[in-house]
């Protein structure tokens, strides 16, 4: 878990995925033969068929999306006062966000420049405050960073455009992990989690594409274009889904179960996935006893949107590892369903051909 735990601490939203693409690069060239950045910024990672000499015509072309962008903000005022004013980069519950230690990235790629503040709502606090005031959830316009500097100083500093994230710890709560961003810093482990399986093993016939794409979080807008590059025959979008078997929700709108398995994701607001392709996944799985679960998202969407309606179309599926409380700090996975979704992952390229 340390290497997801150092995935969840690496700032990285839509537009700003330097350290986390630095980061996933040093981690992905022992295991693929090219790695490069697209101009938009997603990081593509080529691993050929192992050993070569097994290919006897063009191998099955893999594609596998994870997004490495989180949700986050940008400065986008610095107050007389010092005090900053924010723009979400994707979607918030603001029902979360009020009373958060938060980090100002004043350098996209080096930490060294990062400040430490606090994230409330401006207005009266809670003692001197009317009892409509109290009622109201505070939207991001009326969130403030109190940095803690002189106002000269935080002027000084800090710029519009630089990053905030919320700072939360990543934890083990019984049987699960918890953390900010698994959506979708869990993708990028399984990612290369698969691949580490695959190198252990010694063989596949399928040649695999790995994108860590940028900007999901606004608009899936990296996977395409990556997508037309690769030109795959089968693609994945590997990503979290809701998980909301919890108390105050009927069970038709629970979307996937907590430790029932990966979920092999029917459709979505964005896609269909390919029904062959989704029957094949769920033969994998019972051959190798691996849990799976199928579901369908009533709203949102993944990669695998832009990646079906690229150029002729290309055959896709959304992989999902089941995520409570999603798009807070305290997104909770089951170690059951992680593993599971990696080995899945693993053994559908250990047979792709």
Known sequence: MEFLEELTRTPSI?????????????????????????NLGSLLCLRKPRPASRRRKRPL????????????????????????????????????????????????????????????????????????EKKKVPEVRDLVVDLGLPADEAQSRVKIGDMVVIRAPFTRVGNTVVGQCLDNRVACWLAIRAVEALERDGHHDCEIHVVFTVQEEVGCRGAGPAAQAIEPDVAIALDTTLCIDTPGVSEDQRTTV????????????????????LEEFEKVAAKKKIKAQRTILSSGGTDAGPIQRKGAGFRVMTMVCPTRYIHTVTEMIHLDDLHATRDLLAAYLAQAR
């Open 61 to 132: 072309r893999v594609m596998i999306a994870a997004h490495m962008d989180q949700i986050g903000f940008m400065v986008r005022h610095v107050e007389s006062s010092g005090f900053l004013r924010l723009q979400n980069v994707g979607g918030f519950d603001t029902r979360n966000l009020f009373a958060r230690l938060v980090t100002v990235c004043t350098d996209t790629d080096d930490p060294k420049g990062d400040l430490p503040g606090v994230m409330n709502p401006a207005g009266r606090p809670v003692h001197v405050a009317s009892d409509e």
């Open 14 to 38: 839509a537009g700003r995925e330097h350290r986390m693409r630095r980061l996933l690069a040093e981690r992905a060239k022992p295991l693929f033969d090219e790695v490069r950045t697209d």
């Open 258 to 277: 907590q430790g029932a398995g990966a979920g092999l994701m029917a459709m979505d607001s964005w896609s269909i996935s390919d029904l062959e392709l």
